[in-house]
């Protein structure tokens, strides 16, 4: 299997997540396909198409991949599918959280309610494509907290656990969010072919 992703630590969550669905998952760069693919879909599963298709067309292997983001319920939704080109790619997230926190000046706990979407998409070797989404639900804290984790992390507070996703271990991470609640749906669909 190939995992159409340059990110490292993406691919770590990802092997250890599918380890007992396929011993021998590679990256793009392990697998010699070294590609730039634009990412201008208007959904994550149109994302995640685009970027599996695209690397589809250099294997016989099964592919994966997959595309994420934060919404925000008072923002309508930003930074959404843009999550991470909201203020420019190499714009840190120390500057983008605290844009964001900004943002939501004044507004009360209830309201400030939003989540991390994934969604993965497969192009099997005979052609045929699948996807699957799942979602972390949270809010959007006063301040960064945490360390562990990357991107909006810091700022995005999980209230049953009473920690951002940046105070959690790997495994704990992993086990409630958004990326690794889509690859066990994905491990699920392709089990059944
Ligand atoms: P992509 O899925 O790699 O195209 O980018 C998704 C963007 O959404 C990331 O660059 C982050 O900004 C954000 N994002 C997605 N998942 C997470 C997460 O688990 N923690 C923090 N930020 C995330």
Redesign the pocket.
């Known amino acids: 299997m190939i995992f159409a992703t340059g990110?490292e630590g993406k691919m770590k969550e990802i092997r250890t997540i599918m380890a007992d669905f396929c011993r021998e998952i590679y990256s793009m760069k392990e697998a010699g396909i070294e590609i730039n693919v634009e990412?201008n879909g208007q959904t994550y599963e149109e994302n995640a198409l685009i970027k599996a298709r695209a690397v589809a067309v250099h294997t016989q292997d099964l592919v994966l991949a997959?595309?994420?983001?934060?919404e925000i319920d008072w923002l309508n939704g930003e930074p959404g599918v843009y999550?991470?080109r909201y203020m420019g790619e190499d714009t840190s997230y120390r500057v983008k959280n605290a844009n964001l926190i900004s943002r939501l000046e004044g507004v009360p706990e209830e309201k400030r309610t939003a989540r991390?979407v994934c969604a993965i998409a497969a192009v099997l070797p005979g052609g045929r494509e699948l996807t699957v989404r799942a979602a972390i639900e949270g809010r959007i804290g006063y301040e960064e907290k945490g360390d562990n984790?990357?991107?909006?992390?810091p700022i995005f507070f999980v209230p049953e656990i009473g920690k951002t996703?940046a105070e959690l271990g790997e495994a704990e991470k992993n086990r409630i969010?958004h990326?690794g609640k889509a690859l066990g749906l994905m491990k699920e669909e392709l089990g059944k072919l």
């Open positions: 990110n990412e997959d595309d994420s983001g934060l999550s991470a991390f984790g990357f991107g909006y992390d996703t969010s990326r």
